[in-house]
């Protein structure tokens, strides 16, 4: 069939099973409310979990960056694009993480490209979790080495399949944690098992960042696990920092070679100086507002509670990601659009994102929503046409 043909029928069938995506154009800021086609719903999708995407001490620190630097940062980092900024950049995140260093990545996608892509050649494993992010599993499957998945969350299976190895080089990845699931990897002992096999230890920390831990350093802090030698972090700016970016901490000599080598560092241009600017900030504010880390825990408490009563299938997540299983992609769309007519913005998240069978609302909650709007979200999810729909009434 010829090449136009077959995204032709493609579209159909993605029309059919209603997996074809669409993009809804919101009007506002994302905030704990979004404006979509001139109507306000509560935002139960986003991954602002800290409130700072729209947060003054933010913009403000952009519109100064931007007046003092302008708008690009002109040209890549080994070129002239590394400001003094992205280097104060580099070392408050290092800081913040205990790392001895820390490299800035345009975004999460190329961070994860890169390691895999520096470090392992022809001979040498890859291990993922079985639900690691795509750009983990992308990252995994366009370098030289071998991939191999082990179970979700299944540490003993990862052990086995590190201890028969006969790799040069092994690298596992996991989330800290899971994107679409919120349940966290189990660190303490994944560390223990690539200690023992000399594993190097890659944490994508997209959703711990900023949330977890006594400071906000992520799932490796709230495990009291150092970010060293073994252990590589990479966390995002584009979630709970309310800023755009990520970046990989470690060991000097594994971010060293990084600089010099991966190709979605050096063959890009690099952040601009307002988005360094807007990171900086937040990183701030991690560090002197511990209490938007204490409302956002209480917020998940309150909706856990709630929730849990109306037995839902749901995934074991303690964090601000809630998932709620509603199995094919007609019916998550379906529960996306009772949401919607009660004033409550939450996307569908369907295959191949999740697996088949997994289709899902999957809500995010924020320190900024207020008890009255976990109240509404709680109501509709407790209404009669929402339990019918989901198969979840008791
Ligand atoms: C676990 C995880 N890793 C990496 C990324 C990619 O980060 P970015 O959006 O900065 O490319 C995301 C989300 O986008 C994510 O959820």
Redesign the pocket.
Known sequence: MPWREQLIQQHRNRVAAKTWRQRHATQSPVGRELKIKGRTYLNFCSNDYLGLANHPALSAAAIEATTDRGTGAAASHLICGHQDIHQELENELAAHTGAEKAIAFS???MA?LAIPQTFLKRGDLVLQDRLN?A?LVEAGRYCEANLKRYRHLDFAHAQNILLKSSANKKLLTT?GVF?MDGDQAPLRELTEICRQTETLLLV?D??GFGVLGKTGAGSLEQHGISVGAGVLMLG?L?KAAGSFG?FIAGDAVYIDSLLQQARSYIYTTALPPAVVAASRAAIHIFQTEPERREKLNSNINYFRQAVAKLHYPTVDSKTAIQPVLLGDSKTAIQATQLLQQQGIWITAIRPPTVPDGTARIRITISCEHRQSDLDQLIDVLGSDAMLALAGGGQ
């Open positions: 975004t999460g996608y994860n992010h750009s989330d994107s994508d997209a959703h995002t584009g990520a």
